[in-house]
């Protein structure tokens, strides 16, 4: 049977969540893939899904009651096709993990979480204990209603597709829920989870006002993301939406650089995919070192404005 994928959009464009999924949906070797875009005026969102590399279809669902992406509603969106689908694919983002179990729930079918790797059409790897340990889960459900850790496969092609675009009939509101506003954080510097740079601080940097002081030039002279540990996050030195760990975002930039985190494995478990790691700390025993490429045994609050001068 077909693999369908639930994409992930703001109703103009597809976030790159959308594409690490497409890529784990072809890993699945079980036929076509098939993109889902629920929204409401979606029109141009199913347009950029159709260019897709690797995707068959597009199933454009258009419907008010889509508008805001409530969890009830895209899954009885999701659980309207889902018959015709032997795997359903959900990116492992906040949305994702909203709407997939209301789907494996509805189908009664077991939810296989936050994939890394496809070794077969049934047989999944995923990451437990912090990422300590791998394991492989086989699933004879006959629908496989999976979330895809995105740091876990490569981005397929934005480019270069040329899918149909079919239009489905909306779903109408469940009445379940209701929108009532949301708060946007708005930021010059990239999102975490798509920077290709990130510069995360820790609690040793000591305050908030320090971690400004300290950390901010040099996410700036990089065009880097800003983020931090969970003890930062927890000492108020950092916003909820900069904690990168396994309780946080997790993320696989091309360059990760660690001021002050000691290398918990809660932490590691969030950035160790990151194709180069640098680590700078005072403390030579710190287990951040045991990841990094790069590390530098150094106090951070000269190192890192040594660091931005050089730049």
Not at 273 to 288: G, L, M, Y
Request: aromatic share 4%.
């Amino acid at each position: 049977m077909t693999v369908l994928v639930i994409a992930e959009h703001d109703h103009a464009t597809v976030k790159p969540a959308t594409l690490n999924t497409v890529t784990a949906g072809i890993a699945c070797q079980s036929g076509d893939v098939h993109v889902l875009v629920a929204g409401a005026n979606a029109a141009e969102a199913a347009a950029a899904a159709a260019k897709i590399a690797g995707v068959a279809k597009v199933i454009a669902a258009d419907s008010p009651s889509l508008a805001e992406n409530l969890a009830e509603n895209v899954a009885a969106q999701v659980l309207a096709i889902a018959k015709n689908y032997s795997h359903i694919l959900f990116p492992a983002t906040a949305n994702g993990k909203n709407v997939a179990p209301r789907v494996a729930a509805k189908l009664d079918v077991a939810q296989i979480s936050d994939i890394t790797k496809v070794d077969s059409p049934d047989t999944f790897e995923r990451p437990i204990y912090a990422g300590n340990a791998i394991a492989i889960v086989q699933s004879s459900d006959a629908i496989k209603v999976v979330t895809v850790r995105t740091t876990g496969f490569d981005p397929a092609a934005a480019t270069g597709g040329s899918a149909t675009v079919e239009n489905a009939e909306g779903v109408a509101d469940s009445g379940k829920s209701s929108f009532v506003g949301r708060e946007i954080t708005k930021s010059e510097r990239p999102e975490l989870t798509a920077a290709k740079i990130i510069v995360s601080g820790g609690r040793a940097l000591g305050s908030a006002e320090k971690f400004t002081e300290v950390m901010a030039p040099l996410a700036d002279k990089l065009n880097a993301g800003l983020g931090a540990s969970r003890a930062a996050v927890d000492a108020g030195y950092a916003p909820n939406d900069w904690q990168v760990g396994q309780t946080g975002k997790i993320v696989a930039p091309q360059l990760y650089i660690a001021c002050g985190i000691s290398g918990a494995i809660q932490h590691l478990a969030g950035m160790k995919d990151s194709k180069v790691i640098v680590a700078i700390n005072k403390d030579p025993e710190a287990p951040i070192f045991s990841v990094a490429d790069y590390g530098l045994e150094a106090d951070l609050f000269a190192a890192v404005p040594e660091l931005v001068k050089a730049l």
